[in-house]
């Protein structure tokens, strides 16, 4: 029982931090939180589960074009509504995070009636991958969700050598630092924010496609997966992506033995209180800056 | 409070003209339906504008305004259901379950800065709904409660409770803002910093604003419990009702007062007219709310005033 629990936290918690490792790169660079995070995971997963289902597409060129549904989402995102807000409206630094979230919001509920209007608002999970199962320490678990795992851990590690040890990924790190500084460099900040947020979109649509592999998706849950994504973003600390990891981690491992040893009506819910206490007694964080 | 009377006069007198002469809608041969649309609409008009005390003043987005209508909505059904005390009396506990919840909310809340207060409210109607399926013996679940009292059974008189509640609300809130109360939430709602090195105490003034919300908030949910004779999570406790409450409150006109009646009337209209284009209708809302909030930052009261004064 306790192993189980153990391997299916791991499995779950590394979709979990990947889910998440975009949020975290998007807040850090470019200060957003963008409230519509969970529903660009759902139409990626959606696109795909349609592609791979009714149009009976090759399940890897499905997957692929489900990624890039997250891009394009991701650009969009930034095109029709972040670079309008900053651009039209001059707004103050206190006045723009309200408006952020408020646009983000209602760019969550377009995207979220566009999608049920075409496929219907209908939870939808992908077919597994590879077929079979294997013993995890002693626990049957199916080759498809250690692929899962695996995959994601190996593109948190690639996110994490592009942006330490590439030019282009330096940049990226520069502009959350001190973006000012950058275009005095002569750095087009523009062409980094829509790298930024083409990335965000891989991540985001590669997320989502596991998402809906192994929990489902649906175009009204996305707003759930988002305040997951921001729980496991707050509790790490806002903008640490070290700190992203561990509290996936948390996370993951409290619901799953929620789910476990309580009752799986009530996965959620230990977590978010643990949210709301850590948020209390340490606000930056478990591993954030102040 | 010493307000400056001569500035609020004039609208104040509109407020009453106005809702005088929407008392009377009932006996000029307005149906029943449409009245129940208005009536509908009225309470969202009070969750929109305490929702803007919050966002358009003391600069806080507040996703947790389910949260505050929902305890005021469910503690009145629970009392009355459980038959502890008459309606009038669970509409009042309803009111003040949702000031103290609410303080115990965003007393700690609103010592974090940026985005966190509206994340912790977001997760707080996230956790009550969870509580309410949990708990669904005693709450109903998802299905929600009955409530076997009434305070009126007229469609009339419920129609006027409506309206006088959304005009007490309006103008405590206008007479709110206007008074040095008022204008130094707005200080802090537009630079926290500033308003700080001045010496007031960020969160005292944002905590009172914050229990102002809460209390019109809990009444509104209340009274409309018995109006509606149930109290539903999809009603009361649910992000998307946030949603359309703020919508309505940045389509009337953030910062406004009565722009978010207009807002929440255009809304309940909206959802009538569009309900031919289905799923689209909300759809669209959203998106007259998103063109409004790039090109008219003002709301249609905004629009209002920039006819009135040509520049």
Request: hydrophobic fraction near 55%; charged fraction near 5%; aromatic fraction near 10%.
């Amino acid at each position: 029982m306790l192993t189980q629990v153990i391997v299916s936290g791991l499995l779950i918690s590394a979709i979990y931090a990947l889910a998440t490792t975009g949020f975290t790169l998007l807040y850090g660079v470019s200060g957003i939180l963008n409230l519509a995070h969970g529903t660009t995971l759902a139409a990626s997963g959606i696109a795909t589960w349609y592609l791979m289902g009714t149009a009976q597409l090759n399940p890897f060129l499905a997957i692929a074009l489900g990624i890039l549904t997250g891009v394009a989402i991701g650009l969009l995102t930034f095109v029709l509504i972040i670079r309008p807000l900053r651009t039209l409206m001059k707004l103050s630094v206190a006045d723009e995070h309200v408006f952020m979230l408020v646009a983000t919001l209602l760019w969550t509920i377009i995207l979220q009636e566009v999608l049920s209007y075409i496929f219907g608002d209908v939870p939808v999970s992908i077919p597994q991958l590879v077929p079979g199962t294997i013993e995890v320490f002693g626990v049957r678990t199916p080759v498809s969700s250690v692929l899962v795992a695996g995959l994601s851990w190996c593109v948190i590690t690639a996110l994490w050598f592009y942006v330490s040890k590439t030019r282009s990924g330096q940049t990226i790190l520069a502009a959350s630092i001190n973006p000012k500084g950058l275009i005095l460099c002569g750095v087009n900040l523009n062409a980094v924010h829509i790298v930024v947020w083409a990335i965000y979109g891989g991540l985001a649509g590669l997320a989502g496609v596991l998402v809906a592999m192994i929990l489902g998706v649906s175009p009204s849950g996305g707003l759930e997966l988002t305040a997951t994504a921001f729980s496991i973003v707050v509790l790490g600390g806002l903008g640490s992506v070290g700190g992203t990891l561990i509290a996936a981690n948390l996370i993951g491992f409290i619901e799953t033995g929620t789910a476990y040893f309580i009752s799986p009506s009530v996965r959620t819910l230990p977590a978010l209180i643990i949210l709301i206490i850590v948020l209390y007694v340490r606000p930056q964080g478990l591993f954030g800056r102040r | 409070m010493n307000v400056n009377t001569q500035s609020i006069r004039r609208p104040m007198v509109g407020l009453v003209i106005v809702s005088l002469a929407a008392a009377i809608l009932p006996y000029v041969g307005l149906q029943e339906y449409s009245l129940s649309i208005l009536t509908l609409g009225l309470f969202f008009a009070v969750y929109s504008m305490s929702w803007d005390l919050l966002f358009g003043y003391a600069g806080e987005a507040n996703f947790g305004a389910t949260f505050l209508i929902g305890t005021g909505a469910y503690t009145a059904a629970l009392m009355s259901s459980n038959g502890v005390a008459t309606p009038l009396v669970c509409v009042a506990a309803g009111a003040a379950a949702a000031v103290i919840a609410g303080a115990i909310l965003a007393f700690p809340a609103l010592r974090l800065r940026g985005p966190y207060f509206g994340l912790v409210t977001l997760v707080a109607v996230l956790i009550m709904r969870q509580l309410i399926i949990l708990f669904s013996d005693k709450t109903g679940g998802e299905i929600g409660i009955a409530v076997p009292d009434v305070i009126a059974l007229d469609s009339a008189t419920n129609f006027h409770i409506a309206l006088g509640l959304a005009a007490v609300t309006a103008s405590v809130l206008y007479f709110l803002v206007k008074s040095p109360f008022g204008l130094i939430l707005e200080a802090i709602g537009q630079d926290p910093i500033n308003a700080q090195v001045l010496g007031f105490n960020i969160v005292k003034y944002k905590l009172t604003a914050f229990c102002v919300s809460a209390f019109f908030s809990g009444l509104a949910g209340a009274l409309m419990t018995f109006y509606l004779g149930t109290a539903s999570t999809n009603v009361f406790v649910d992000a998307s009702v946030g949603v359309q409450i703020i919508i309505a409150a940045i389509v009337g006109g953030r910062r406004t007062v009565f722009g978010p009646i207009l807002g929440a009337l255009f809304m309940a209209a909206a959802s009538e007219y569009l309900r031919p284009l289905g799923s689209l209708s909300e759809l669209s809302v959203a998106l007259i709310a998103l063109i409004v909030l790039f090109f008219l930052p003002g709301g249609l009261l905004g629009l209002v005033r920039l006819a009135r004064r040509p520049s």
